[in-house]
């Protein structure tokens, strides 16, 4: 897994109405959603699942597709700690990996793994908001490991990078979690803009 960024994780939501699930750009998200990081449709669990109006719009559940994925962030970052030298790298790596545990606090309380706590998610987001304030910082130098999968496009692309960077920083910021419904919408604000930079910047 990569040790600049957390791991590849191409999310992509599709809307199905009600009806037959046929994709629709504006409908609800009532069965379920394309996850392209299982490359497969995913059912809510249980009954169907219930759209909330947001600004006009309709948004859903969509925890349960980025529980998967700081799952997988977490676990990757953890593996490949153990065979990384180059402390600039294990430095990056610390600091995603830590990303992601928080994210997976959040995916386990989203899942109901561990109960709903406002004041825990709230300091996860946080810590995340923190952390991202230090990636410019932590990737400034391009260091190289056999363990590392951080493009040298970061570094070719610095600005583009750092901008991606501060999108997480103010979507983290951003954030206020008081119930179960918030803790998702700051789960998809969150998790769109890490997969807005692994896309652009993971091998």
Same mark, same amino acid.
């Given at each position: ?16 109405? $009600? ?35 947001? %600004? ?27 065979? &990384? ?6 430095? $990056?790596?610390?600091?995603?990996? !830590? ?10 309380? +989203? ?10 998610? %709230? ?14 910082? &932590? ?22 990078? &750092? ?5 997480? %920083?103010?979507?983290?910021? !951003? ?6 419904? +918030?803790?998702?919408?700051?789960? !998809?604000?969150?998790? !769109? ?11």
């Amino acid at each position: 897994m990569a040790a600049g960024s957390i791991a590849n994780v191409h999310i992509m939501f599709s809307y199905a109405t $009600r009806a037959g699930g046929v994709e629709s750009a504006d409908g609800p998200l009532s069965r379920g959603c394309y996850c392209g990081f299982t490359d497969g449709w995913l059912r809510w669990p249980g009954t169907k699942a219930k759209p909330i109006d947001h %600004q006009g719009k309709y948004m859903t559940k969509i925890r349960v597709i980025l529980a998967t994925a700081a799952l997988a962030m977490t676990t990757g970052t953890l593996i490949a700690h153990a065979d &990384v030298e180059d402390p600039d790298v294990k430095a $990056r790596m610390d600091t995603m990996g !830590g990303i992601g545990a928080n994210m997976k606090t959040l995916s386990q309380m +989203s899942k109901g793994q561990i109960a709903f706590d406002a004041a825990a998610a %709230q300091a996860a987001i946080d810590e995340m908001a923190e952390a991202a304030e230090t990636i410019p910082d &932590v990737f400034e130098t391009p260091a190289k490991d056999p363990e590392s999968e951080a493009s040298d496009e970061i570094w070719e692309n610095w600005e583009d990078f &750092v901008s991606k960077a501060e999108a997480l %920083q103010e979507a983290a910021s !951003g954030a206020t979690v008081t119930d179960e419904a +918030s803790l998702g919408a700051a789960m !998809g604000s969150i998790g !769109g803009t890490c997969g807005s930079c692994h896309r652009a910047y993971q091998l």
